[in-house]
């Protein structure tokens, strides 16, 4: 005959099944949200991480090349011009998409609920924009990448015609020194804005991909 059970097994047994049954609810619910977050940086940041990466890349060798001719005077070829004209481009839907995922990831961000997430999907967002702010002039300012396609659609017509462009003036830029002043900004932006950005591009994805893989 089987042992009436204790007052504290009766007490205690159902609320054991209770906890239990709260405990793998939440380990269930929990690995879900798990799985949600990685694949929404798996699908979206990721992405948008890489092909910004291929951009980057490319901008640091194309403007090397073009600064070690430029700081020499020397005209640089119609290959390389026309690769700058290639990328302008390709990129230009490129950027176009990159900002525009940085505008819907601040919508995307409100489909997060812990405060960490939200941080990390901001952060990312505006590293992503600040990195183009070297690269794409606003409409307030001018910065050296005005004055980058103004020289390169003159390199292309100077070298096509057969004359040194830096025999132009470049008067109509309006600034004092121009050819002095675009290498300088040229350097600036190959050796010390665009890593920088880029940088803080790599610090956001890193913290990102911890926050959405924890």
């Not at 609810?25 to 929404?40: D, G, I, N």
């Not at 950027?95 to 941080?119: H, I, P, Q």
């Not at 004055?147 to 004092?176: K, L, M, N, Q």
Request: aromatic share 16%; with cysteine.
């Amino acid at each position: 005959m089987p042992e009436p059970a204790s007052a504290s097994s009766a007490i205690f047994g159902p609320m054991l099944r209770a906890f239990t049954w709260l405990y793998d609810t939440w380990r269930s619910k929990s690995k879900e949200t798990l799985e949600e977050r990685r694949r929404a940086y798996a699908q979206h940041f990721e992405p948008a991480y890489k092909r910004l990466e291929t951009i980057h890349a490319n901008y640091l060798t194309s403007f090397q090349k073009f600064y070690d001719l430029c700081r020499k005077f020397e005209t640089p070829p119609l290959d390389l011009l026309s690769q700058f004209r290639q990328y302008g481009m390709e990129y230009t839907t490129w950027r176009e998409d990159l900002r525009n995922f940085a505008l819907v990831s601040k919508e995307l961000a409100k489909g997060f609920k812990k405060a960490d997430e939200k941080a990390a999907i901001e952060e990312f967002r505006q590293a992503l924009l600040d990195y183009f702010s070297v690269t794409i002039a606003s409409g307030e300012s001018h910065h050296w990448p005005s004055w980058f396609s103004h020289f390169i659609g003159s390199f292309e017509e100077h070298v096509r015609e057969g004359r040194s462009p830096w025999d132009d003036d470049y008067a109509v830029t309006g600034v004092a020194d121009p050819k002095g002043t675009f290498i300088k900004r040229l350097r600036a932006a190959y050796e010390t804005e665009l890593p920088a950005k880029w940088s803080k591009v790599s610090a956001a994805k890193a913290q990102l991909q911890i926050v959405f893989n924890k």
